[in-house]
């Protein structure tokens, strides 16, 4: 326990001193100036969010130097911090973070402090990408499928999906990937990503290949998207490479982009079902109102948007009136929520590997790989996923990343923390990429500046249970193959889950008791649902939701490329609606 609380204090104490830091802010440059908001000011566009698909937006529509929009973002500059790829456990719980955690719901997140989810959202300029884990994975083209089959609508099917896929980036290193991976890539958009090879990961591939697993050289190239690899990283030159960076940071000399920071959008104005502005509170006490002339765009994220429409009128309309709001449009609104509901193993071998070097910050934290994998031949999609993380002895990353990031329990942290002391680890998270699961986020109060009340849902569906204790028992084989075997590889005993009597009870107790996120909220305010397939709000003129919670469903990899995806096409959707 001692040394789990003297992570989070060492933690603390360096987010302390970074604040100070970004006093002077020493990343203002690369971005737009702020400009200066007065009340009655109006706008062709206003985007709420200046986080990652804010951003795209924003960006995008200010292309047409005829149009002017007004981004406003409730954080301020992304910090130092948030710039060195290694360095993201610095930015979870710290003032950069909405600090929201979910309710208990007694069943999971047991193992949890305080027996809830931290639900980590970015809170400043790039949003969630200025402090995500910059994990570069389309999903499988059958999601994109999948979407146009709910929506009846053709346009989010894979092969539209994918000129935006591709819009969005522009792969550095290409001599790292073979020329038909090439191809699947973007050479010329604003999000630069990179793969990261580490020869240490070679003899764990060999691992998973022996089990009879794909190695595929890049995932997001991979139809469908199955098997193991090393990962694409947003990370170029050695630095984080966020939507801001990337999307605002080539807007910065724009006259037609308006940047407000440090305001919070409080509220939509509606008149006559129309959406007509925003009012904004503002860091130091100043509130106004401003309009828009064509349209507002939401771009607040999975949680916030859902916030800010309920306390607009739009939402499920018994709710609103059990807060005493008046209902503009009924409609499932922060319904809906997924996420890709996980649990970690660690796997302790004999090993400490001698002279290592110190950890470079401009590098994500640890060689890493990822699997993709389809349990049965009945799917070919992937069922589940595993984030495998290799750490040397006595490191104090996994502490950091075990108590700060995925807020495991101290006790649990400390049981991982000493199975690092005499041996080099394997960290693996693994995850259902598409749950059946379902969450909610609720109001839980009026006030604006109150997080809202959010039940993960997690593992709330029988089938998850299932496929996830069949998911562990197929990883866990690897345990078995030649390399595993020869370093005497074990899995580190969590102390849960003692009474299962067979190796699926085990692991159906186990991924509950150990269940966390990987952060990927999404889909409260899915189209089908609360919007149409062109991202307009139901029954409610000139508003549009563009973010995380549009998703219909989750896609079968990180979230973050379908995100960018959905916002890239919802800038332009926008610019057809509008002939600009
Ligand atoms: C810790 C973490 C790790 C992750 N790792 C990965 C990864 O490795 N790979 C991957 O693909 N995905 C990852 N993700 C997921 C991915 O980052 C998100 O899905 C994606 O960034 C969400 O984008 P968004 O635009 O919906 O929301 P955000 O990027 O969160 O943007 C919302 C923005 O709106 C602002 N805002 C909110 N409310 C208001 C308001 N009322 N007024 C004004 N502004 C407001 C916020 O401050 C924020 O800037 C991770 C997410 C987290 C949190």
Redesign the pocket.
């Known amino acids: 326990m001692a040394d789990a609380a003297a992570a989070i204090s060492t933690i603390q104490s360096m987010q302390i001193a970074l604040q100070l830091l970004q006093t002077i802010t020493p990343t203002a440059w690369q971005y737009p100036p702020q400009c200066s908001v007065q009340d009655g000011d109006s706008f062709d566009f206003i985007v709420?969010?200046?986080?990652?698909?804010?951003?795209?937006v924003a960006s995008r529509l200010t292309e047409n130097e005829d149009v002017n929009v007004l981004l406003?973002?409730?954080?301020g500059y992304p910090p130092i911090e948030s710039e060195y790829p290694a360095w993201?456990t610095l930015?979870?719980r710290s003032v950069y973070?909405?600090n929201i955690t979910s309710t208990d719901d007694g069943k999971t997140a047991q193992n949890l402090q305080g027996k809830v989810v931290t639900?980590?959202?970015?809170?400043?300029?790039?949003?969630?990408?200025?402090?995500?884990?910059?994990?570069?994975?389309n999903g499988d083209p059958e999601d994109y499928n999948e979407w146009a089959r709910m929506l009846n609508d053709d346009k989010w099917s894979f092969k539209y999906a994918q000129e935006y896929l591709k819009k969005m980036e522009t792969l550095i290193d290409q001599d790292l990937l073979p020329p038909e991976d090439i191809a699947c890539h973007g050479t010329d958009g604003p999000l630069e990503v990179a793969k990261d090879t580490r020869k240490t990961n070679e003899k764990y591939l060999k691992a998973f290949e022996e089990l009879g697993h794909k190695i595929v050289s890049d995932i997001n190239a991979a139809t469908p998207a199955v098997g193991y690899t090393e990962n694409l990283?947003?990370i170029a030159d050695g630095f984080r490479q966020s939507?801001a960076l990337g999307y605002l940071g080539r807007a910065k000399n724009r006259l037609n982009l308006c940047l407000a920071l440090s305001?919070?959008?409080?509220k939509i104005l509606i008149e006559d079902q129309k959406a007509v502005g925003v009012q904004?509170s503002t860091a130091n006490g100043k509130t106004y109102k401003v309009y828009a002339d064509n349209e507002v765009i939401v771009?607040?994220?999975?949680?916030?948007?859902p916030?800010?429409l309920m306390l607009s009128g739009i939402g499920p309309k018994k709710h609103l009136e059990s807060f005493g709001i008046d209902v503009v449009a009924d409609l499932p609104v922060g319904q809906n929520l997924q996420d890709h509901a996980c649990a970690a193993i660690v796997v302790k071998t004999d090993k400490c590997d001698a002279n290592t070097p110190a950890a470079n910050p401009h590098q994500f934290p640890a060689p890493s790989f990822n699997g993709y994998v389809s349990l049965d031949n009945s799917t070919t999609t992937a069922d589940y996923d595993t984030i495998n993380l290799e750490f040397q002895c006595g490191s104090s990353d996994i502490l950091q990343l075990s108590v700060n990031?995925f807020s495991y329990s101290y006790d649990i942290s400390q049981t991982i923390f000493e199975a690092t002391k005499d041996s080099k680890v394997i960290f693996t998270l693994l995850g259902l990429v598409m749950p059946k699961s379902r969450g909610q986020v609720l109001l839980a109060s009026t006030d604006?500046a109150v997080n809202p009340q959010v039940y993960t849902g997690m593992f709330s569906n029988e089938d998850d249970i299932d496929l996830i204790a069949r998911a562990f028992m197929d990883h866990v084989k690897v345990l078995d193959t030649t390399y595993f075997k020869s370093v005497n590889a074990s899995l580190v005993d969590m102390g849960v889950c003692k009474d299962a009597k067979t190796e699926y009870e085990f692991w159906r107790c186990y991924a509950v008791a150990m269940s966390a996120t990987?952060?990927?909220?999404?889909g409260t305010c899915a189209m089908g649902k609360v919007l149409d397939s062109d991202l307009n709000v139901l029954g409610v003129d000139s508003l549009r939701v563009?973010?995380?919670?549009a998703m219909p469903t989750l896609i079968r990899?990180?979230?973050?490329?379908?995100?960018?995806m959905l916002?890239e096409y919802g800038a332009d959707i926008i610019r057809k609606d509008w002939g600009i």
């Open positions: 709420v969010g200046g986080g990652s698909s804010g951003s795209v406003i973002e409730a954080g993201f930015l979870a973070d909405y639900l980590n959202q970015g809170k400043m300029l790039g949003g969630s990408s200025s402090l995500h884990h910059m994990m570069h994975t990283f947003e939507s305001s919070s959008v409080t904004v771009s607040a994220g999975a949680i916030n948007s916030k800010l990031m604006p990987m952060w990927h909220y999404g563009v973010d995380a919670s990899g990180k979230l973050y490329a379908g995100v960018m916002a």
